[in-house]
């Protein structure tokens, strides 16, 4: 493995542990610890279109009809979806559709598409075009 690779491997794996879920032992109050429920950045991100590695390309809308993003639409390859925000131990905004495996995470310099039953990346280093 190239030291770019490994480099950028290992980037990978820190990030995807950082926005893992909760256990199941939840609060009710939304899901969220009561002693974290601020805990959750809140970013201001691009709507539009956002390139990805590959050539790949994800539409992303933002619900921004409250103030703080709790839903976002994506388009991803010729399918929508709709995804809601999850709580993450980093606060970073993660949005998941659990019935059709997907998670968005949203990083101030890109966007991740990734599949939730693998953790595996299938649009990786998306940036707003």
Known sequence: MTQRSLLAFVTFSLVLSACGNLPSDRSPQHGVPSSQQNGQLELTLASGTYGCELGVRVQVE??????????????????????????SYSGLPRFEDTSNGLV????PWKGMLLDAKTNKPLANECRSI
């Not at 009809?65 to 979806?81: E, F, M, P, T």
């Not at 968005?104 to 990083?107: G, K, M, P, Q, V």
Request: proline letters at 0%; zero cysteines.
């Open 104 to 107: 968005w995470i949203d990083l």
């Open 62 to 87: 933002r619900d921004t009809r409250d103030r703080v993003a709790r839903r976002l639409h994506i388009g991803w390859n010729g399918n929508s979806y709709w995804l809601d925000r999850d709580f």
